[in-house]
């Protein structure tokens, strides 16, 4: 079993990317591996309205951006060029995703973490969803191993949030200062838009480094 510790932050387009990867290397180029995926939280607007942040004003004010779709257009072709149809200017706002980690990390003791956080990301970019809200995250998480009303709960739990938080805290001050950020097996990292040759090689690398001596 090879473990995989995934640091992400939902409302990345970066990290979508790097899911749709990850996934697809495993299954293309690593048929059969079993891998453990563990999902960590990384927050990159803690601090945003209950409302949101429209994209467009929130590109302009941190990166003097006037054109969104210019600003969408490498991560879009990345997307594209491994097979995810992926449209930025479907979603136009950016939420607190305290809630929405807060599950996924609830997600784990069920064995459906992973498929979560997929279905989660997946919501908000390609459907355009408000995974700040507790009704839609309740929606999603039915068919990952939760009641809906208990997801909710999970979801509005300010003591999950501060989980979240210590978890997000703890990521930093271990390095993690880009998403998605890799680790194999505890001991093999990389980070940002990684392709998918180069996520290959990091779990070749790991299987290399973790095999038994002879």
Sequence with gaps: MLQIDFYTEITCPWCIIG??????????????LEADI????????????????????????????????????????EAR???????????SWTYRTQAAHGLILAAQERGTQHQLAVAITHAYFLEARNISDADALGDIAVAFGFDREE????????????????EAARALAAGVRSVPHFV?????????????????????????DSAPST
């Design 151 to 166: 997801a909710r709960t999970i979801a509005l739990d300010p003591e999950q949030h501060r989980r979240v938080e210590q």
């Design 19 to 32: 899911h749709h990867r990850l996934d697809k290397v495993l299954v293309e180029r690593f048929p059969g």
């Design 81 to 91: 060029a491994s097979g995810l149809d992926l449209d930025l200017s479907l979603q």
């Design 184 to 208: 194999f097996s505890g001991r093999i990292a990389i980070n940002g838009g990684r392709s998918e040759d180069e996520i290959a090689a990091a779990f070749n690398a790991s299987l290399i």
């Design 38 to 77: 563990r999902q960590h939280p990384v927050l990159l607007l803690p601090d945003a309205p209950a409302e949101g942040h429209y994209i467009p004003d929130l590109l302009f004010s941190r990166y003097g951006a006037t054109d969104p779709k210019a600003s969408f257009a490498r991560p879009e072709a």
